[in-house]
């Protein structure tokens, strides 16, 4: 591990808690009885989907907000991203009196637009991909001088994300081994280089679905790839890393242990469970740590933290994994 040279450390993380602290919520660790039997050690449930705006974004886009300048927050910043990226941006930007900018594509439903308005943002729709609006970003950050606050590959972002992983310290402090939920890697850097900073023999396991999994392909590669985006109920773990990754890819190289990947049917046995079982509404992304458990994808010989990154998910679509109806994720564009 060459901890020294990554660029967010332990440090960046403590600044950020106490930057952010406030103005975001600190959320609750509950054991499960049920995957605790399951498992033969004590297995706790991180119940991060409890946070305000429904994910842990919240944490990453406020602390990014805070570290701007008071010149950079009044010219506005911006963001392509129509799930929780998105809505954390806009709650945190207006919470500072900034005005957020989301961009997204001609093709996003009009209920994500209309969410993403209530919370404050302006909304710009352009083109028909991902893509085209990324592009619109960038014409606004060159023309219009906005600050692009990106998902996931920004120092800010991932030290505040890492502030998931002191409470997880804090709350369950002979941990043994986290389980991470992972896309572009913001959550899962952040969390290695907390937990591992503060406790170098746990472990740190990186979680996502088995077709269209940018990172994991790209750290077979050792260099970021491109990869098909495949729909899944795990819809925000899509994604790619970006080719010209800076911070999250050599950051999950050198921390993560592992890196599981889930079926369509095991993202869904993790969600009917989470609600059958533990009582919790969550959507796919973050159903994969307790899916992993349930298909004996993990061991461990200390306590399990699987953290449940978020509640975003269609409600209609949700009844349909609990009745067994679903396990196919729907584009949702
Ligand atoms: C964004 C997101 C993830 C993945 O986070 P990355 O930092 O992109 O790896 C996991 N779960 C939920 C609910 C998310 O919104």
Redesign the pocket.
């Known amino acids: 591990m060459s901890g020294k040279t990554l660029p967010v450390q332990l440090d960046d993380i403590l600044s950020a808690a106490i930057r952010i602290d406030g103005r975001v919520c600190r959320t609750p660790m509950v054991a499960s009885v049920v995957l605790s039997e399951r498992m033969g050690v004590p297995v706790h449930l991180k119940l991060e989907h409890h946070q305000a705006t429904g994910?842990f974004?919240l944490r990453g886009a406020t602390n990014a907000i805070l570290s701007l300048t008071r010149e950079e927050r009044a010219r506005g910043v911006v963001a392509a991203s129509t799930?929780?990226?998105g809505r954390a941006l806009a709650i945190a930007a207006s919470a500072e009196g900034a005005v957020a900018t989301i961009c997204m594509s001609s093709l996003v439903p009009e209920n994500k637009v209309a969410e993403i308005r209530r919370l404050g943002a302006r909304v710009r729709i352009i083109g028909r991909s991902q893509d085209e609006a990324q592009e619109e970003v960038d014409r606004l950050v060159a023309e219009e001088g906005l600050v692009m606050v990106p998902?996931?590959d920004h120092p800010a972002i991932v030290a505040g994300?890492g502030t998931l992983g002191l409470e997880i310290v804090e709350q369950v402090p002979e941990i043994g081994t986290v389980l991470v939920?992972?896309?572009?890697?913001?959550?899962?850097a952040g969390i290695a280089a907390a937990v591992k900073g503060l406790r170098p023999r746990a472990r740190v396991i990186g979680l996502t679905m088995e077709r269209g999994a940018a990172m994991k392909a790209s750290l077979d590669a050792g260099r970021p790839v491109l990869v098909e985006e495949v729909a899944s109920l795990a819809d925000?773990?899509g994604g790619g890393i970006g080719l010209d990754n800076r911070v999250t890819f050599a950051m999950c190289r050198d921390l993560l242990d592992d890196v599981v990947l889930l079926s369509e049917a095991e993202i869904a046995a993790g969600i009917a469970h989470a609600y059958s079982v533990e009582r919790e509404v969550v959507?796919g992304?973050?159903a994969v740590g307790i899916g992993a458990l349930l298909a004996g994808k993990v061991k461990s010989l200390g306590a399990i933290v699987a953290i449940l990154?978020?509640r975003n998910i269609d409600m209609e679509q949700h009844r349909q994994v609990i009745n067994g109806d679903a396990i196919h994720g729907k584009d949702a564009a």
């Open positions: 994910s974004k799930g929780n990226h998902p996931f994300q939920p992972l896309s572009g890697g913001g959550l899962a925000s773990l959507e992304a973050a990154s978020g």
